[in-house]
């Protein structure tokens, strides 16, 4: 997410989602982890957000791929949950622990 605009676009798309959802996959984000994280948390407050950021040669690439999982308050606050990068910007998996139950969601971004 390139710029202040589009992000604000990008957030006020994503909100009648974000209203009917407990848990939602997003791909093709772009921008580091931490401006990701940021981003969601200060559009969706209460939300929980697991995001990796794409690497090139080592380093942050925020300029391609990217994904994440928000999680809704009310999941958050029943579940303890775990990250798990698979692929630095293109597959993160949230693990959720309800008692003694759990549910993987992954998240793939396919690299075209």
Known sequence: MDNITKRERYLKYLRPIIARSDIVCLQEVHGVEADMISTFERGFPGW????THSLDNGLPYGA??????????RLSQLATITKTILVPGRCVAATYKLGDNFLKIINVHNDS
């Open 64 to 73: 391609a791929g990217g994904c994440a999982i928000l999680t809704s308050p």
């Open 48 to 51: 929980t957000v697991l995001a």
